[in-house]
């Protein structure tokens, strides 16, 4: 217990010591943010704010992902050794990998439709409850709940609502399907059942987001724009959906963070399949190469395209957050 | 206004998408209570008369999965959000004050690792706990969590201090308060939203996390009650009552606490943001 | 507010405290004694008092030793030891954990001839020529196992006894309305649709080629070859005739049983060990049994042998570990549990099981003693372990491209190629 206590009484203390300010902090600051260059300076006293959530960071995520970046240069195999230097030649080999090409054109599929029908999903339940009565309240506690659960949980569910004898398809044969899709058995479709899964645990996440954001819209400019004579569509379009801009931007996120992750649902329902690959994702290639194969070197280029992919996608969604900021 | 026209149509609609997006949770709530006998052939029947039978059989394992994994679960969660939301409160706090050009590369560099599953980096994560001595150990977890969740306490925090006015701060040092206090006593309060945010979304996500304990903890040291839910899955593949009792059990303390601070939390998510 | 964080951490650290305090007094360490992991698995039929009991009894008759029982989360013990080795906390005693591996990489101690004595096969599953896994019992891989019902009312009185009669009875029950295969595969259980490939390379080639794996690392054969294509093709014929419900592909283990329980179709090729589940809980339907034929009905008898405990090289104590792992294998009633729930044919020399054992587990006995009989013995392909077995991760794959061969989406020959094409992966 004493890492922990420590990590957290240290910063309790009022009388910690302070680093003296740093030379040249918050020189930079424009005229129109005269405040800061005020507070500026004094700023470099705060780095005793920063230093412990980074400290955790670096060593319980940068740290590995450096580790990463190295043995992706060697064909490390706790199975297999001596380790040796192997240059590039795993990223050589990763071009022309048919099957990590798959499981990265898989994820983006998955995280394509989650972003895009949660999102308009969402949009339209939140929508649709967007009034006050106990009814809808309860509605969206309803629409909320499966944010909570484990996708371990979700995963065990909805094999048994989507499997071949699963309780979809008994009620498909009862109202005269007589051969119903295999949801999960047949490789087209298997994919988007998993893309679906994800889909149906984040629309509560963005129902309730896009709830705060339409409460957010005055009604009085409602109001006005319908005594303009504008029709429901245009109100939408020139009045609401501006303001849910930012509830946008947020799922957005929330959805890309999910997609790109997807892991444990393909482990509980497909293991990967059914077929080489067909539902496998990055996330998921690079365990089973690892933890399969023991080839922990090629795995780990694997995981450094994949982080390369993820920086990309985290810097334009932070350039769309600051356009964000800018226009608000 | 159209509202009247439709007053029928919207509930309608309504209760009809909530019932069809709630089914497949319907079929876990319904057969928790179910004799397990009756679940395979009756899967949608209500469970009439109840019985408890299969929540007993959880609570009563004679290897304590359940129990001992609740302890565990309890533990990690609590120590973890606690530690989580203290620190990316400060550490959120100064990256959306600073002007540095570090604070503005330790802003992106935290958001990449939002995107990063765990499983990538597991493998190395290990081998640090290992050089640490913290491997198989309830504090290696929490810091684990601690590291990797940090990102998205900060990116909640970082949203809603910019909506909490500079001059505030500053009037309050002028009156000679040290920052720490200022920072406690003024700003702290003002993100209580944003507070319960952090905790309500980490809260469930180190809750529902069932990779990194698995391995982190190992076999030996315990499990928390989501790893359960997995080896109950694995043990009782076609005993359904007892998977969907495990599940329900397991589910219900996020649950609740989620439904407790629920008030909190969407100000906190949409933050300053939705204010516009 | 400083006041509540710090309750809050307080109460927090106290509860930490108690989950922390929680293990040590759940398994207590006796002094004076040398505690050993011991890692197991939990299914159905094995669960917690199995373990317990036999461990126990093995515990009796080792003095010293106090085990310490660790479960993996799945069924996949192999991957759940090769995480815990990754993390550096391989158990001291593992059970029935594929040594590939651990072996070459000396994380395993090996058996001495002196005491392997008491085993029937006591080179099974050797790396290096050392034994490194405890060769405990020998399954049959894959028996057809047959809805006796559903064969009457299609009309058929007789077992097949050539790959020609298989296909013609599937035709008839085909006629009937009814599935002749059930094959499963779904879910993390991908493993489950293996079974009459493995039947199909027993016949089509190990029975001409016993070491095609051992010729395939030394690069004398291919996947590619025409024996190997063949088997795979008739894979994908009995797939493509609607022999083989692809329906199969989303049902897990547990749901693949029950589907042949509920009479989704007439044949389920299984290994040895569903036999005492359909014995100790009887389906609606009679269960025959009989082994997957041969073109020309030479018999073939596909069996892997192994399956046993095995020792960490850097246990606390490893000779203590070994004498304990070899009292766990070789204790009468150990063996007699993991017949009765498990349906192992034990391959221990001087073991009979016991008398009362129900009719489809005798069925299955017979099928192997008469293989033994007839000197028809091969590997069950995908199934061993040691010299001559697949490379690690091999299996998984395997079962993946029979799930696309059972769809159509790959052809026998693409599936051939894609096994030597992830062979090349797996060993470079």
């Keep these: 217990m004493t890492e922990t206590q420590h990590g957290t009484r240290g910063e309790a203390r009022p009388a910690a010591p302070r680093p003296s300010p740093a030379p040249g902090a918050g020189g930079t600051a424009r005229a129109r943010r005269r405040s800061s260059t005020r507070i500026g300076p004094k700023l470099g006293r705060f780095s005793l704010f920063a230093l412990p959530g980074l400290l955790a960071y670096v060593v319980f995520v940068l740290i590995p992902i450096g580790m990463t970046g190295y043995y992706s240069f060697t064909n490390r195999n706790p199975f297999n050794p001596p380790t040796k230097w192997v240059g590039l030649r795993n990223y050589g080999d990763l071009l022309g990998d048919q099957e990590f090409r798959q499981a990265l054109v898989n994820t983006v599929i998955i995280t394509v439709i989650v972003a895009v029908f949660a999102n308009v999903g969402g949009l339209l339940i939140a929508m649709l409850l967007d009034r006050p009565t106990r009814l809808y309240v309860a509605l969206r506690a309803i629409f909320f709940t499966p944010v909570v659960l484990s996708a371990v949980v979700i995963s065990v569910i909805w094999q048994a609502v989507l499997t071949d004898d699963g309780l979809l398809n008994s009620l498909l044969r009862g109202i005269g399907v007589d051969d119903p899709p295999g949801w999960l058995s047949d490789p087209d479709l298997a994919l988007y059942s998993i893309a679906w899964i994800i889909t149906w645990q984040m629309l509560g996440f963005c129902v309730v987001v896009y709830l705060a954001g339409l409460q957010g819209v005055p009604r009085e400019l409602q109001e006005a724009a319908s005594i303009d004579g504008a029709g429901r569509f245009a109100r939408f379009r020139n009045v609401t959906w501006p303001m849910l801009a930012p509830a946008l931007t947020i799922n957005t996120v929330m959805l890309l963070i999910t997609g790109f992750k997807a892991y444990d649902q393909i482990q509980v329902i497909t293991n990967g399949g059914p077929g080489a690959g067909t539902t496998s994702t990055m996330a998921f290639q690079v365990v089973q190469t690892a933890f399969n194969g023991n080839h922990i070197g090629y795995s780990s280029a694997m995981a450094a395209v994949m982080l390369a992919l993820v920086a990309t996608v985290s810097v334009v969604t932070l350039r769309l957050l600051q356009r964000r900021e800018v226009t608000q | ?276 | 507010m400083r006041r509540s964080i710090v309750f809050c951490l307080v109460t927090t650290l106290a509860v930490a405290g108690c989950g922390v305090g929680e293990k040590p007094a759940a398994t207590p360490a006796s002094g004076g004694k040398v505690e050993l992991s011991f890692l197991v698995f939990e299914t159905p039929n094995l669960n917690a008092a199995f373990w317990d009991a036999a461990i126990a009894r093995a515990s009796a008759k080792v003095p010293g030793v106090t085990i310490k029982k660790l479960v993996t989360p799945n069924v996949d013990r192999t991957g759940y030891a090769k995480q815990l080795d990754a993390s550096g906390h391989l158990p001291d005693i593992l059970q029935s954990v594929n040594p590939a591996g651990f072996a070459e990489a000396g994380k395993l101690a090996a058996f001495t001839d002196d005491e392997l004595k008491n085993f029937i096969a006591p080179k099974a599953g050797a790396v290096d020529g050392k034994v490194y896994q405890l060769p405990y019992n020998t399954q049959v891989i894959p028996v057809v196992y047959y809805n006796k019902d559903a064969f009457e009312k299609a009309g058929i009185t007789e077992t097949p006894k050539t790959y020609q009669d298989l296909l013609d009875v599937s035709a008839k029950l085909k006629a009937k309305g009814v599935t002749p295969f059930v094959v499963g595969g779904g879910g993390a259980d991908t493993w489950a649709d293996m079974y009459p490939l493995t039947g199909t390379v027993a016949t089509d080639v190990y029975a001409k080629t016993p070491d095609f794996l051992t010729q395939r690392k030394d690069g004398k054969v291919k996947f590619a070859d025409a024996d190997f294509t063949k088997a795979a093709q008739k894979v994908a014929d009995l797939a493509k005739q609607g022999y083989i419900d692809p329906a199969g592909l989303s049902r897990s283990y547990a749901d693949t049983e029950q589907a042949f329980r509920d009479g989704k179709g007439a044949m389920y090729p299984m290994g040895s060990w569903f036999a005492t589940s359909a014995d100790n809980s009887k389906p609606d339907f009679e269960v025959g049994a009989f082994p997957w034929p041969s073109d020309d009905g030479t018999p073939v008898t596909p069996t892997f042998t192994g399956g046993g405990t095995s020792v960490s090289a850097s246990a606390p104590n490893v000779e203590l570990a070994k004498k304990w792992a070899l009292a766990f294998d070789e204790d009468k009633e150990n063996n007699d549990a993991f017949v009765k729930l498990d349906g192992s044919i034990p391959a221990i020399k001087g073991y009979t099981p016991p008398a009362d054992m129900g009719p489809v587990y005798q069925a299955t006995v017979a099928i192997y003693q008469q293989g033994m009989k007839d000197n028809s013995i091969v590997n069950a392909f995908s199934q061993e372990t040691g010299d001559g077995s697949l490379p690690p991760g091999l299996a998984d794959k395997s079962a993946l491209g029979v799930q696309d061969l059972i769809t159509g989406k790959k052809t026998a020959g693409e599936f051939a190629s894609y096994l030597d094409d992830q062979w090349t992966k797996a060993t470079q």
């Design chain 2, 1 to 276: 206004m159209d509202d009247r026209t439709h007053s029928w149509l919207r509930p309608l609609v309504a209760v009809f998408v909530g019932a069809a997006f709630f089914l497949p949770l319907y079929l876990v709530v319904v057969n928790v209570f179910k004799p397990g006998a009756e679940i395979v052939p009756h899967p949608a029947a209500l469970p009439l008369p109840p019985t408890l039978d299969n929540v007993d059989a959880v609570l009563s394992r004679p290897d304590n999965l359940f129990t001992f994994g609740l302890i565990n679960s309890i533990a990690v969660t609590a120590l973890s959000i606690t530690i989580l939301t203290v620190l990316s409160a400060m550490l959120g706090h100064y990256l959306a004050r600073s002007k540095r050009v570090l604070a503005k590369v330790a802003m992106v560099t935290l958001l990449c690792g939002l995107m990063i599953p765990v499983p990538v980096i597991l493998e190395p994560i290990t081998g640090v706990l290992k050089t640490l001595g913290l491997m198989t150990t309830l504090q290696g977890l929490i810091l684990v969590n601690v590291g990797y969740y940090v990102p998205f306490g900060v990116l909640l925090f970082m949203g809603f201090v910019r909506s909490v006015p500079l001059e505030l701060e500053e009037a309050a040092e002028l009156d000679g308060a040290s920052k720490l206090r200022v920072f406690w006593q003024v700003v702290f309060p003002l993100l209580r939203p944003a507070s319960a945010s952090v905790l309500i979304f980490l809260g469930v996500w180190i809750w529902n996390d069932f990779l990194t304990p698995l391995i982190l903890l190992g076999p030996d040291s315990g499990t928390t009650v989501t790893v359960g839910v997995y080896r109950a899955i694995g043990q009782h593949q076609s005993d359904f009552g007892a998977v969907f009792a495990f599940m329900f059990l397991a589910t219900l303390p996020i649950l609740v606490f989620y439904l407790a601070l629920q008030k909190n939390f969407v100000k906190g998510l949409t933050g300053g943001a939705v204010k516009g």
